[in-house]
């Protein structure tokens, strides 16, 4: 169940990346390379801190491919992709749930703490849209208004719950993956936002 829901997060985020890389007007070999990086980003960091843990895409050339097709499936549709894009962040949010997930399930694969895990969960699924907005030079999601990480880390713990329970494996997965969707779904549509700390002492400065 973790290899489709790591296969599916990858083509999704190779779509989230190749859009982003593609309004950039990168060529096509730039819009490769961003929606390389954005699908693998959060997954190698991951990878690289767990000793003894090889890097999952070298150790599985397969996902190479569909960070390919999800490139090719960008700049084919990418109009109609874009409007998706652009309104509900849709595969960015359906990348940021599933790799979520996946990074959860690999810290628990390799018995480490509920904390760690949620972190690694978080590291998987928001360091490869960081990647990507580092080099597109844009301020990354994680780092100003947008509710993310805080989604990221509120699905780890609620599957971290269900896996303490015993209905943490298979379908039960999809639970938490979902919710971490839904949940990101509605904060975009509602244009849901934590406050910017320099607007607020800015205009604390002001009153006084």
Same mark, same amino acid.
């Given at each position: 169940?973790?290899? &489709? #829901?790591? +296969?599916?997060? !990858?083509?999704?985020? $190779?779509?989230?990346?190749?859009?982003?890389?593609?309004?950039?007007?990168?060529?096509?070999?730039?819009?490769?390379?961003?929606? /390389?990086?954005?699908? +693998?980003?959060?997954?190698?960091?991951?990878?690289?801190?767990?000793?003894?843990?090889?890097?999952?895409? #070298?150790?599985?050339? !397969? &996902?190479? *491919?569909?960070?390919?097709?999800?490139?090719?499936?960008?700049?084919?549709? @990418?109009?109609?992709?874009?409007?998706?894009?652009?309104?509900?962040?849709?595969?960015?949010?359906?990348?940021?749930?599933?790799?979520? #997930?996946?990074?959860?399930?690999? $810290?628990?694969? &390799?018995?480490?703490?509920?904390?760690?895990?949620?972190?690694? $969960?978080?590291? !998987?699924?928001? /360091?490869?849209?960081?990647?990507?907005? #580092?080099? +597109?030079?844009?301020?990354?999601?994680?780092?100003?208004?947008?509710?993310?990480?805080?989604?990221?880390?509120?699905?780890?713990?609620?599957?971290?719950?269900?896996? &303490?329970?015993? /209905? $943490?494996?298979?379908? *039960? @997965?999809?639970?938490?993956?979902?919710?971490?969707?839904?949940?990101?779904?509605?904060?975009?549509?509602?244009?849901? !936002?934590?406050?910017?700390?320099?607007?607020?002492?800015?205009?604390?400065?002001?009153?006084?």
């Amino acid at each position: 169940m973790i290899y &489709y #829901i790591g +296969v599916v997060g !990858t083509f999704a985020f $190779g779509i989230s990346g190749a859009l982003v890389a593609m309004n950039k007007r990168l060529d096509a070999f730039g819009v490769v390379i961003v929606a /390389f990086v954005t699908s +693998v980003g959060g997954g190698t960091l991951r990878d690289t801190l767990i000793e003894g843990r090889d890097v999952f895409w #070298i150790d599985d050339p !397969t &996902y190479i *491919y569909f960070i390919i097709g999800g490139a090719i499936t960008a700049m084919v549709f @990418q109009e109609r992709l874009e409007l998706l894009r652009k309104h509900l962040m849709l595969f960015d949010t359906i990348g940021l749930g599933l790799f979520t #997930i996946a990074g959860v399930q690999v $810290g628990l694969n &390799y018995n480490l703490s509920y904390s760690i895990c949620i972190i690694l $969960g978080v590291i !998987t699924g928001a /360091f490869g849209g960081v990647s990507r907005d #580092i080099l +597109v030079n844009e301020i990354p999601y994680i780092f100003h208004k947008e509710i993310y990480a805080t989604i990221s880390i509120l699905g780890s713990a609620i599957f971290l719950v269900m896996h &303490y329970f015993g /209905f $943490g494996d298979g379908l *039960y @997965q999809l639970i938490p993956i979902s919710i971490i969707i839904l949940l990101r779904l509605l904060v975009v549509s509602r244009e849901i !936002t934590l406050p910017s700390l320099y607007t607020d002492l800015k205009r604390k400065k002001k009153t006084e």
